[in-house]
């Protein structure tokens, strides 16, 4: 038994070892997930495999993410595609797997891992739910009671609104650097996770919208409707008016992150109800990479609230690992080492320490990390066309 890397004159039988495992039908993962599994887009290097007898038997993808957050940029590891043949399972696969990418995203200085699964499954390997994002319902009525004027939308055809798309995204301040070219023909979602066909791209020369499936939704816990609306003039929200009459759908659902400022109170303007959700579920790979990476951000929120003077060394427990970084602030400048460099030290669990750095519900906080808490959350946001 050994774990390796996918090799490219076995990729019938990797697409085979996904299919089969997750009771999918040929060529579902390069239709859904272009920009990991397509031609030409494909890493080799991000699958990760167990050989068993001569045959894969298991796989954890682990995708490299360049994140933009608030004018930072650093790549974070998504996982995705963890799967064992049935006639393979409870033989700890998953968990060698697992570890195993771990170990890779330490090596790599990579800081912070994402996923999208069972809390309690990925628990048991550091992973938490955490982050921040609003789900906003917005109906007809709240619309018009907004007095926001919609837009003339069309619907184009997919590639041709590639470069509107790529151009009014990057209006868009917390989110995952794209590859364009990577999404040529994608037609949809994956319906098994994110939503039902169709999905359709609305432009105009204010940016664009692109929703997914028919019809209203439901209620404000449903899939979004509107997978994406970005615009370099700030227009979102009569962009989503525009589509709504343009579409004759009546409600629809948005998800914006919570730190997205600019672009959460304009749609704000809209929307008729609102309510907090987690962004996905994280592990903390590395934290003092994770905090220096925001240091600048750290910084100003630290002059914002007038905290001049303190430090702090975080612990974060995972078995009999510990991960630690001291977080200084000298005339509200904050700064970030790697060692266990202050008096003042506290150590929590791994994942109680991924909801104090990325937001989430917390318990009694130490009292020494109030003036932290202050500085936090870090805001991470992916789209839902950079799922893996």
């Given at each position: 038994m050994i774990i390796r890397n996918v090799r490219e004159e076995e990729w019938g039988e990797f697409m085979r070892l996904l299919e089969v495992s997750y009771g999918f039908p040929s060529g579902f993962f390069p239709r859904y997930y272009p920009y990991l599994y397509g031609e030409g887009c494909r890493d080799y290097?991000?699958?990760?495999?167990?050989?068993?007898?001569?045959?894969?038997?298991?796989?954890?993808?682990?995708?490299?993410?360049?994140?933009?957050?608030?004018?930072?940029?650093?790549?974070?590891?998504?996982?995705?595609?963890?799967?064992?043949?049935?006639?393979?399972?409870?033989?700890?696969?998953?968990?060698?797997?697992?570890?195993?990418?771990?170990?890779?995203?330490?090596?790599?200085?990579?800081?912070?891992?994402?996923?999208?699964?069972?809390?309690?499954?990925y628990g048991a390997f550091g992973w938490e739910v955490a982050g921040q994002k609003y789900s906003l319902y917005v109906t007809e009525r709240s619309v018009g009671r907004s007095g926001v004027k919609p837009l003339e939308l069309v619907m184009a055809q997919w590639d041709d609104a590639l470069p509107t798309m790529a151009m009014h995204y990057e209006s868009i301040p917390i989110r995952v650097e794209r590859n364009w070219e990577c999404y040529r023909g994608f037609q949809s979602l994956d319906p098994a996770a994110l939503g039902n066909p169709?999905?359709?791209?609305?432009?105009?020369?204010?940016?664009?919208?692109?929703s997914q499936g028919e019809g209203d939704v439901k209620d404000p816990l449903g899939r979004p409707n509107v997978v994406e609306v970005a615009s370099l003039k700030g227009l979102e929200a009569e962009l989503v008016s525009g589509f709504m009459r343009a579409s004759g759908v009546r409600r629809v659902i948005i998800h914006v992150n919570a730190h997205d400022e600019g672009r959460l109170s304009r749609l704000l303007r809209i929307a008729s109800y609102y309510m907090e959700l987690p962004e996905g579920v994280f592990?903390?790979?590395?934290?003092?990479?994770?905090?220096?990476?925001?240091?600048?951000?750290?910084?100003?929120?630290?002059?914002?609230?007038?905290?001049?003077?303190?430090?702090?060394?975080?612990?974060?427990?995972?078995?009999?690992?510990?991960?630690?970084?001291?977080?200084?602030?000298?005339?509200?400048?904050?700064?970030?080492?790697?060692?266990?460099?202050?008096?003042?030290?506290?150590?929590?669990?791994?994942?109680?320490?991924?909801?104090?750095?990325?937001?989430?519900?917390?318990?009694?906080?130490?009292?020494?990390?109030?003036?932290?808490?202050?500085?936090?959350?870090?805001?991470?946001?992916?789209?839902?066309?950079?799922?893996?």
């Amino acid at each position: 038994m050994i774990i390796r890397n996918v090799r490219e004159e076995e990729w019938g039988e990797f697409m085979r070892l996904l299919e089969v495992s997750y009771g999918f039908p040929s060529g579902f993962f390069p239709r859904y997930y272009p920009y990991l599994y397509g031609e030409g887009c494909r890493d080799y290097s991000s699958f990760y495999v167990v050989e068993d007898g001569g045959r894969l038997v298991s796989h954890v993808g682990l995708f490299k993410m360049n994140v933009v957050s608030l004018g930072v940029r650093l790549t974070i590891g998504g996982i995705g595609g963890v799967a064992t043949l049935p006639s393979e399972r409870g033989r700890g696969y998953m968990s060698m797997l697992l570890n195993h990418v771990i170990g890779v995203m330490r090596r790599s200085g990579i800081p912070l891992s994402v996923l999208w699964g069972d809390r309690q499954r990925y628990g048991a390997f550091g992973w938490e739910v955490a982050g921040q994002k609003y789900s906003l319902y917005v109906t007809e009525r709240s619309v018009g009671r907004s007095g926001v004027k919609p837009l003339e939308l069309v619907m184009a055809q997919w590639d041709d609104a590639l470069p509107t798309m790529a151009m009014h995204y990057e209006s868009i301040p917390i989110r995952v650097e794209r590859n364009w070219e990577c999404y040529r023909g994608f037609q949809s979602l994956d319906p098994a996770a994110l939503g039902n066909p169709p999905m359709r791209v609305w432009i105009s020369e204010h940016g664009y919208l692109i929703s997914q499936g028919e019809g209203d939704v439901k209620d404000p816990l449903g899939r979004p409707n509107v997978v994406e609306v970005a615009s370099l003039k700030g227009l979102e929200a009569e962009l989503v008016s525009g589509f709504m009459r343009a579409s004759g759908v009546r409600r629809v659902i948005i998800h914006v992150n919570a730190h997205d400022e600019g672009r959460l109170s304009r749609l704000l303007r809209i929307a008729s109800y609102y309510m907090e959700l987690p962004e996905g579920v994280f592990r903390i790979i590395n934290l003092s990479l994770l905090l220096k990476a925001f240091t600048r951000l750290l910084s100003d929120r630290a002059q914002g609230v007038g905290l001049r003077d303190y430090e702090v060394t975080l612990g974060l427990r995972f078995n009999d690992y510990v991960d630690r970084a001291t977080l200084f602030v000298r005339g509200g400048v904050v700064d970030v080492s790697p060692n266990e460099a202050s008096g003042n030290y506290v150590e929590v669990d791994e994942r109680d320490g991924v909801r104090l750095i990325l937001g989430g519900p917390m318990g009694p906080v130490p009292k020494p990390l109030k003036p932290l808490m202050a500085l936090l959350p870090i805001p991470i946001h992916v789209p839902l066309l950079n799922y893996v």
